[in-house]
């Protein structure tokens, strides 16, 4: 699937150039052979790494990492002895302090069909389970995903509905229309955040208690917003490791990428991805702006 440039609404996201996720690539693997020559591919489990993955498919498409790479990083936990869990319970487990090593949790941004073709059968062959965040307005296709010009299937209300009610994936909130938080006043942001989680529980029938920051944008405004929402949980997309004191309105996750090897996979998974890339935050702060709120760091405890 070939990336689409952003269709300019108000507060939209969009998917970056090509040239910049090469960059990355090259990037991600000297971090990655570092870490292996450092610790000798021991990993650090110290904390919960949240990994985060968007699409599980062989479309050309940055986000989608193919089905035989994600069944490869499934395998590698398995066989590591890895416990996966969905964002609720890392949190729960995070709250009671209890032991973390050998925890992994997992979760999916957009809510993409593939993700229940090509990764739900991986997931449930090891008995792994996995959180998914959904735009509740694009999941209704009142809009669309801004960065395609030709959107990938998304699953339906209907099928959301039955796999919630599963064993292997759970539905949580990533606003009505997925826009950048920070470029929004502050009765859009409102309504985008705690319209998602009225939205979602009315389609599951249940308590909705996690968020997700869209590109992982938000300030003390929009953490603020959350919490007046009901939201006990949200995730951003700041690198590192989670602890009983990381802020539970700003868990930190570690996205996994297409271009990503074996080896990147475990160095992300053990610590030798826990802190931003060279120039990421810059980057970001010049190409989604300040707006009304202010990026803050997951690791701003509060």
């Given at each position: 699937m070939e990336e689409g440039a952003p269709a300019g609404r108000p507060g939209s996201l969009g998917v970056g150039p090509g040239w910049l996720y090469s960059g990355k690539a090259l990037l991600v693997r000297a971090r990655s052979g570092r870490w292996l020559?450092?610790?000798?591919?021991?990993?650090?489990?110290?904390?919960?790494?949240?990994?985060?993955?968007?699409?599980?498919?062989?479309d050309r498409d940055e986000l989608a990492v193919t089905p035989s790479r994600f069944r490869d990083q499934m395998a590698f936990l398995a066989g590591e002895g890895y416990r996966a869990v969905d964002v609720v319970e890392a949190a729960r487990l995070l709250a009671e302090g209890a032991p973390a090593s050998r925890v992994v949790c997992l979760s999916f941004d957009d809510g993409y069909r593939d993700v229940a073709e090509n990764a739900l059968p991986v997931l449930a062959d090891h008995g792994f389970r996995a959180t998914v965040f959904l735009a509740t307005g694009v999941i209704d296709g009142t809009v669309p995903l801004s960065w395609y010009e030709r959107q990938p299937?998304?699953?339906?209300?209907?099928?959301?509905?039955?796999?919630?009610?599963?064993?292997?994936?759970?539905?949580?909130?990533?606003?009505?229309?997925?826009?950048?938080?920070?470029?929004?006043?502050?009765?859009?942001?409102?309504?985008?955040?705690?319209?998602?989680?009225?939205?979602?529980?009315?389609?599951?029938?249940?308590?909705?208690?996690?968020?997700?920051?869209?590109?992982?944008?938000?300030?003390?405004?929009?953490?603020?917003?959350?919490?007046?929402?009901?939201?006990?949980?949200?995730?951003?997309?700041?690198?590192?490791?989670?602890?009983?004191?990381?802020?539970?309105?700003?868990?930190?996750?570690?996205?996994?990428?297409?271009?990503?090897?074996?080896?990147?996979?475990?160095?992300?998974?053990?610590?030798?991805?826990?802190?931003?890339?060279?120039?990421?935050?810059?980057y970001r702060r010049a190409r989604y702006g300040m707006g009304e709120g202010s990026p803050r760091a997951a690791s701003s405890a509060r």
């Open positions: 020559l450092t610790t000798r591919g021991r990993a650090d489990t110290s904390g919960i790494r949240f990994l985060f993955y968007h699409r599980v498919s062989r299937p998304l699953l339906g209300w209907d099928e959301i509905a039955d796999l919630d009610r599963g064993h292997t994936l759970s539905f949580e909130a990533h606003t009505v229309t997925h826009p950048n938080l920070l470029a929004l006043d502050e009765a859009e942001a409102r309504r985008e955040i705690a319209g998602s989680k009225v939205a979602l529980e009315a389609r599951l029938g249940r308590a909705v208690s996690a968020f997700c920051y869209p590109a992982g944008l938000f300030g003390p405004r929009e953490r603020e917003l959350v919490a007046q929402a009901g939201f006990r949980i949200a995730v951003s997309c700041e690198p590192g490791v989670n602890s009983a004191a990381t802020d539970r309105l700003a868990l930190r996750r570690i996205q996994i990428d297409a271009r990503d090897r074996l080896l990147d996979f475990r160095a992300k998974l053990g610590g030798g991805h826990d802190t931003p890339l060279l120039l990421r935050s810059r």
